[in-house]
């Protein structure tokens, strides 16, 4: 009796072994069949930001517009010229008026046929939602003249209102979609939006009735990787199939490891550190210049950039040609500065007035590595000069900056996306600005950036561009630091990833694995 | 045949020795260190251990020697300090509920079976992430996490204790309870504790590290252990040697101090070990 029980206990032991290996042999065959199909090619990319929500039109437009689902009437090319995109063509009729003519047959993700009245929708609901498509678009009306015509009227000229249509805040969504709490957004990308786990990852799938070339890949993955250094390990287990901003130091590691290839492109961002002009302390002019001289920016170049990436002198970098602001004047001395303001070195080296020691609470986030060791050559610069920096590491920074106190914060900004300067200096100088998050207020700057809006002609344009960065060199809201190159890294089967100058345009239709 | 107590006990010897060595070391450090542990030297980054570097530079060219030395002044120091710390919140109630039981200690030992059932590092990281990263708050967060821990301990201890004969005798004699606990029970509970506090100092040192290397304790330019190893996270790859050293020094710390209370432990007859 008792060796039978041995005996079954046996059999069922070697069943469940037998059959537990079975089933990871399944589940492991069917995942590589997967990649081999070609009807059924899957990639997954390492994203560092993920969105809050999936809503277009607030705060996480960009990131939907990473995922490669939605679309805007224009688009920006590699030269950053617009192109027709949802809108076939335009026409100017007078100096506020414009005609749009809209692409035939495209549907939205739900099915819904996108005309001109779904785009005067989708366009309303953007103004009504997010300051930053109303600061850049100006509309006073929207008209739909046929199925497939649309007359916007802008209240005032808006010279560059081809370009910021292509802004990700004017994103195009059957509102309907948007509304409901049930399903998800419906664009009309590539791509549709198949599951979302916030903080974790975005699944979108071929979307099979997309009115341009179908997407090659049958679904991609982004998985949301804030740290650097795990997108690069999830790169090298594979566990992703690409992923972006790959820290500097690393790319010797990939670049020897012959299943990878590093991708690097000049960018339109740059790093710079804030100054929070509502505090005390740095709301100070001459004290912030003291600050600015303190850091070593090509020290930073060299070494921890290791030459991807150059000095910057000013918010746009100096390929663009309203990137070349003159540099400033670099003979005055950290002591000229704060001595002019009344402050004197103690007995530790640090600056002090009327018992108070110049202290100050520097930001930085890890979601660009580079910026915290940025943070630490900086903090170290300025205790050599006398000021006391104290470094506090936030995972959300813009949540960071609006709440808590701070001095001054690690930042980085894509400051020409629309290949124009008039997007990044209205949202980010102008003073009524939700996104102005140095607090600075100057009224003359103000002025020049509203002549800015109104003027047509580029060589003009980009003439005021530069005199309004002199405005902010001189006032110093910020500290520009660098122009970095973009670092992506990819197995080399993966095919059309590549670093476009605008960030947002990394996942299109034309992504491929071919193993 | 009985071991002979007291006899020559090489661990005990050896976890003192590699205690009292790493002290020695963070008393010395201004004349150990063979660098400034904040200097900076970006032309010099990761380099790998030499003469002038022993142990290397880090992702900023810092002396990751010198900064070891120094770090032993902010991790050892720390764990013995939030040790301290603990004891004074735990030791009077753990005492008074294990003495006194009732009412008292059947309520305060559900509110700590509330706490033990959630692991411990996930309620520290929650008290930091409550109360914002940094030195203190890391401090605040481990002492709030781990004396309950203290009070389950001390507690039983006292339990054990107080059915004695000698305390039964001592109250009819007519001492005060306060004079009891003082006099009679707290001499007899004293060398376990010192014996499950030597273990603990490793664990808090290590939960220091944990906290740090998610970047929720220590803030930069301090040289701490912990945040050492979190800096040279992004490094390991092009450069092992950041992330071996703090390592190593967590590694060592940790061990003498088991190697010191495990040989005590031994020593005495109450058992230790973790509540």
Same mark, same amino acid.
């Given at each position: 009796m008792k060796k039978n029980t041995h005996r079954e206990f046996t059999v069922v032991l070697w069943a469940v072994i037998a059959g ?112 930053? %498509?109303?600061?850049?678009?100006? @509309?006073?009306? *929207?008209? +739909? =003249?046929?199925?497939? /015509?649309?007359?916007? $009227? ?87 199939? %690409?992923?972006?901003?790959?820290? @500097?130091?690393? *790319?010797? +590691? =990939?670049?020897?490891? /012959?299943?990878?290839? $590093? ?99 520097? =930001? ?152 | ?275």
């Open positions: 537990f290996l079975l089933l990871t042999g399944c589940t492991g065959e069917s995942e590589e069949g997967s990649a081999h199909t070609a009807a059924d090619k899957k990639a997954v990319l390492a994203f560092p930001w993920s969105p809050a929500s999936l809503d277009p039109h607030g705060s996480d437009s960009w990131e939907m517009m990473r995922s490669g689902t939605a679309e805007t009437l224009v688009k920006l090319n590699e030269e950053l010229t617009p192109v027709p995109w949802l809108a076939k063509e335009w026409k100017q009729e007078n100096e506020n008026t414009w005609i749009f003519q809209l692409e035939e047959g495209v549907t939205f993700h739900n099915g819904n046929a996108m005309d001109a009245a779904s785009v005067k929708k989708s366009l309303l609901r953007s103004l009504k939602q997010g300051q930053t %498509a109303k600061d850049l678009l100006q @509309i006073e009306s *929207i008209e +739909v =003249l046929s199925e497939n /015509e649309l007359k916007i $009227v802008t209240a005032k000229p808006n010279a560059a209102l081809i370009a910021h249509l292509a802004d990700p805040s004017t994103i195009i969504a059957d509102v309907a979609s948007l509304e409901g709490e049930a399903g998800y957004p419906a664009f009309t990308g590539a791509f549709q939006i198949k599951q979302f786990t916030r903080d974790e990852s975005l699944v979108a799938e071929r979307y099979k009735d997309y009115w341009g070339t179908p997407a090659l890949l049958s679904e991609i993955t982004i998985k949301f990787i804030p740290e650097g250094t795990t997108r690069l390990m999830a790169l090298q287990s594979g566990d992703v199939d %690409a992923a972006t901003d790959i820290p @500097i130091d690393n *790319i010797a +590691v =990939l670049e020897k490891d /012959e299943r990878f290839r $590093v991708l690097t492109a000049p960018s339109l961002r740059t790093h710079m550190m804030l100054f929070n002009l509502n505090s005390p302390l740095v709301n100070n002019q001459n004290l912030r210049k003291a600050i600015d001289l303190s850091i070593p920016r090509a020290e930073i170049v060299d070494s921890i950039m290791a030459g991807y990436g150059t000095e910057a002198g000013g918010p746009f970098p100096e390929v663009l040609p309203f990137g070349k602001v003159e540099k400033k004047n670099q003979a005055e001395s950290v002591g000229k500065w704060m001595e002019e303001e009344g402050w004197q070195l103690n007995a530790d080296g640090i600056w002090e007035k009327q018992g108070r020691l110049f202290e100050v609470t520097m =930001l930085t986030f890890p979601q660009r590595p580079e910026l915290t060791v940025m943070a630490e050559i900086i903090q170290n610069e300025l205790l050599e000069k006398g000021i006391k920096a104290e470094i506090r590491q936030v995972e959300n920074i813009d949540e960071a900056l609006a709440n808590d106190e701070w001095d001054l914060s690690m930042y980085s900004m894509l400051t020409a996306h629309t290949g124009d300067p008039q997007y990044f200096l209205n949202i980010f100088y102008q003073s009524d600005s939700a996104s102005n998050v140095s607090h600075y207020a100057s009224s003359s700057l103000d002025r020049l950036i509203d002549q800015l809006n109104q003027t047509v002609d580029s060589a003009k344009r980009n003439q005021l561009a530069l005199q309004i960065q002199e405005v902010i060199n001189t006032d110093l809201p910020q500290s520009f630091i660098v122009y970095p190159e973009t670092v992506f890294a990819a197995r080399k089967a993966v095919k059309g990833f590549t670093p476009h100058p605008i960030e947002y345009y990394y996942i299109h239709s034309q992504i491929d694995v071919n193993e | 045949m009985k071991k002979v107590p007291y006899s020559v006990d090489a661990g005990l010897i050896g976890g003192a020795g590699l205690l009292i060595f790493i002290c020695l070391a963070g008393v010395l450090a201004p004349w150990l260190a063979p660098h400034d542990p904040l200097a900076m030297d970006l032309s010099n980054r990761l380099s790998s251990p030499g003469w002038t570097y022993p142990f290397g530079t880090d992702h900023l060219g810092r002396c990751i020697l010198s900064r070891i030395i120094y770090g032993i002044r902010i991790s050892a120091v720390f764990a013995v300090l939030v040790m301290i710390c603990t004891f004074l919140i735990s030791l009077p109630v753990g005492l008074l509920t294990g003495y006194l039981r009732g009412r008292t200690d059947h309520l305060f030992m559900r509110f700590i079976d509330g706490m033990l059932a959630i692991p411990d590092i996930v309620l520290t990281i929650a008290i930091v992430g409550l109360l914002g990263p940094g030195f203190v708050n890391m401090a605040i967060a481990i002492i709030l996490v781990r004396w309950a821990n203290y009070v389950r301990f001390i507690r039983s201890l006292v339990l054990k204790v107080r059915k004695e004969d000698y305390i039964l005798s001592a109250r009819m004699s007519g001492n005060s309870h306060l004079r009891i606990m003082r006099r009679y029970i707290l001499p007899e509970i004293f060398s376990p504790l010192a014996v499950f506090g030597a273990l603990d100092t490793g664990k808090i040192v290590l939960a220091m590290a944990g906290l740090s290397f998610l970047g929720l304790g220590t803030q930069p330019p301090t040289p701490e252990w912990g945040i050492m190893l979190h800096d040279a996270a992004g490094y390991f790859q092009i450069a092992p040697h950041v992330m071996v050293f703090p390592g190593l020094a967590i590694m060592f710390f940790v061990f003498g101090c088991q190697l010191v209370s495990g040989r005590f432990s031994r020593r005495h007859t109450a058992a230790v070990k973790e509540v």
